[in-house]
């Protein structure tokens, strides 16, 4: 079983920029696909970006329509991290931003417990 913890959350100006990471223990993450997902206040939690494993098709990259071109999932399996650059943010940005990984059951699981992003204008 893996654990996820979050980090890089914070506050940010409108145009700004943040990394997140999302760091894993208790299993080898380099076999998991990873994605990112976030929460706004009152809103479904909405898939943001995902990565394939490491033992496929190298870095394989999927992202939701809204943050294509600003936002650049990446991993270092040595650090067992995955990040989410996220650049030119928006007010519409502002979430909980979880992780996540993919399960036998062919659902996402595992999660964070989440970042806070704030981006004000």
């Known amino acids: 079983q893996v654990q996820l913890v979050e980090s890089g959350g914070g506050l940010v100006q409108v145009g700004g920029s943040l990394r997140l990471s999302c760091t894993a223990s208790?299993?080898?993450?380099?076999?998991?696909?990873v994605g990112w997902f976030r929460q706004a206040p009152g809103k479904e939690r909405e898939f943001v970006a995902a990565i394939s494993r490491s033992a496929a098709v190298t870095g394989i990259t999927y992202y939701a329509d809204s943050v294509k071109g600003r936002f650049t999932i990446s991993r270092d399996d040595a650090k067992n991290t995955v990040y989410l650059q996220m650049n030119s943010l928006k007010p519409e940005d502002t979430a909980v931003y979880y992780c996540?990984?993919?399960?036998?059951?062919?659902?996402?699981?595992?999660w964070g417990q989440g970042t806070q992003v704030t981006v004000s204008s």
């Open positions: 208790g299993s080898t993450f380099s076999g998991y696909h």
């Open positions: 996540a990984t993919d399960t036998d059951s062919n659902t996402w699981g595992n």
